[in-house]
């Protein structure tokens, strides 16, 4: 069972990857028992699958994920929202309220209006239905204040780091509030535009070279010159 | 209008532009030029420029073009009014038409179309500059531009012409050599697969001539994928680069 590449190795569309027994896992497909890559990206594998951790990529709905979106459409019994995925989903206007939902006495467009920013949670979704969104539990709903950003999103692992690494230094070094939408889009919250400024900088930053090693650090280092630099200016 | 001149090909076999026979015409491909499509791509062959952009998968519109199966591709080929010497009329000729449906089909069977139904892909290829080969050439950069938007595909699709110009066997036809030549076969083809998904010719050949004329071009097709491959690369391996030079 040959590996054609080592781990992390630039990998294009169509390059022959592992032969044999192996399952064809991400961004990979299998023919004649041989393993193709399907988009750019870096190879991995493991025991059993082979895999490519792709370097861009769109956002695909996956039931449990909590998602940044913008409402691009006021119904009749909900909100259709816009999450950067192939599909527009949906928000219905009795998760919003949290009772029975009564068109005349209830004006949706004074809860979201179009154009309303909301985090929400993907609760229902499959290849035959668009996906399905709930704004009911603690963090969920509309967005009041910060500034958003949108990075492909196989880069929000990385933004995330290993068990929150990342997202928390960054955190900590900029004092801002971060939340991490799966669809790509990150809402940055602080006390000043300074913080903010510095944390989408840093996000920006792990966008552009998240292939390569020793991000963390070199993030760090850069959140605390333009700190420093701020203070000596 | 330029006058064809008698010779396109000298008596070592040269041809006007100073190649071989066998030889491409200088290509230069760049991935992710424009900011505000999902995928895009450009690429000057020769004296030909090329631009494409591709958006999706994304909801489709009209609704009712939706397929429930699999994923719809649209292509659009178009050419700038200032790409040819006479003006050319911006609205879609006939052969433009019938380019756009070629090309769709010589790129279907590259993507995994079935993996997002209800959706559509659109491509838009921008003819800047014409000097021969636009369909191929535009198959080479609308496949980069579908990797760069980051659709799954089984691998990008090459594409080459081969044909006969007075009397001799040539590869990567100019506008001139097309014009004044015998036969112009351009062909699309995946390599890894072994798959041509596009074979188109004009003009007249023998049956041994077809054959040269089509491993030429199928190995035209070959040096091109390399290409591609390295400029779909050529962004990633620039910022690594960068950033471990910085750490030493």
């Known amino acids: 069972m040959p590996i054609f590449y080592e781990r992390k190795q630039l990998i294009t569309p169509g390059d022959l990857l592992a032969e044999g027994d192996y399952e064809a896992s991400e961004n990979t497909y299998k023919e004649d028992n041989k393993i193709y890559a399907s988009r750019i990206g870096l190879m991995d594998y493991d025991q059993k699958k082979v895999y490519v951790v792709a370097l861009k990529s769109f956002y695909v709905p996956r039931v449990g994920d909590t998602v940044i979106g913008k409402v691009v459409e006021v119904g009749l019994s909900g909100w259709i929202v816009d999450i950067r995925a192939p599909y527009l989903a949906t928000l219905r206007a009795s998760d919003a309220l949290e009772r029975p939902f009564n068109p005349r006495e209830n004006d949706l467009t004074a809860i979201f209006d179009v154009g309303t920013l909301v985090i929400a949670k993907i609760i229902a979704y499959d290849r035959t239905r668009d996906p399905l969104l709930s704004i009911q539990e603690a963090g969920l709903g509309k967005i009041k204040r910060g500034q958003v950003i949108k990075v492909t999103p196989t880069k929000i692992p990385r933004v995330i780091g290993r068990k929150g690494s990342m997202v928390n230094m960054i955190k900590q070094e900029t004092g801002c509030e971060i939340t991490v939408g799966q669809n790509g889009v990150i809402l940055v919250s602080g006390k000043s535009p300074e913080e903010e400024r510095l944390a989408m900088m840093a996000i920006r930053k792990i966008e552009q070279e998240s292939h390569t090693n020793g991000l963390t650090d070199r993030v760090t280092e850069m959140i605390r010159k333009e700190k420093r630099g701020e203070k000596n200016a | ?248």
Do not use: W
């Open chain 2, 1 to 248: 209008m330029k006058k064809t001149p008698e010779k396109l090909i000298d008596e070592k076999g040269n041809r006007l532009d100073g190649r071989g026979p066998t030889d491409l015409r200088p290509i230069k491909l760049e991935v992710g030029v424009l900011g505000n499509a999902d995928g895009s791509a450009y690429i000057e062959q020769g004296k030909s420029k090329i631009l494409a952009a591709v958006y999706g998968p994304r909801e489709v519109h009209p609704k009712h073009l939706a397929l429930p199966d699999r994923a719809l591709l649209r292509c659009r080929y178009h050419m700038a009014p200032f790409s040819v010497e006479e003006r050319k009329s911006p609205a879609p000729s006939r052969r433009e038409v019938e380019l756009s449906k070629v090309i769709r089909e010589a790129l279907e069977p590259s993507l995994f179309l079935e993996y997002y139904p209800r959706t559509s892909i659109d491509i838009f290829i921008e003819v800047l500059q014409a000097d021969g080969g636009t369909r191929c050439a535009g198959i080479i950069v609308s496949s980069l531009a579908l990797a760069d938007a980051g659709i799954p595909m089984r691998e990008l699709v090459a594409a080459c012409a081969a044909g006969k110009v007075q009397g001799h066997l040539v590869l990567d036809l100019t506008d001139i050599e097309d014009k004044g030549g015998e036969a112009d076969m351009p062909i699309a083809f995946m390599p890894t697969c072994n798959a041509i998904t596009l074979l188109q010719m004009d003009g007249m050949l023998t049956n041994d001539e077809f054959e040269q004329t089509l491993n030429m071009a199928l190995d035209g097709c070959r040096q091109i994928s390399q290409l591609q491959k390295e400029a779909l690369k050529a962004k990633y391996v620039a910022v690594k680069e960068a950033v471990e030079e910085r750490i030493q």
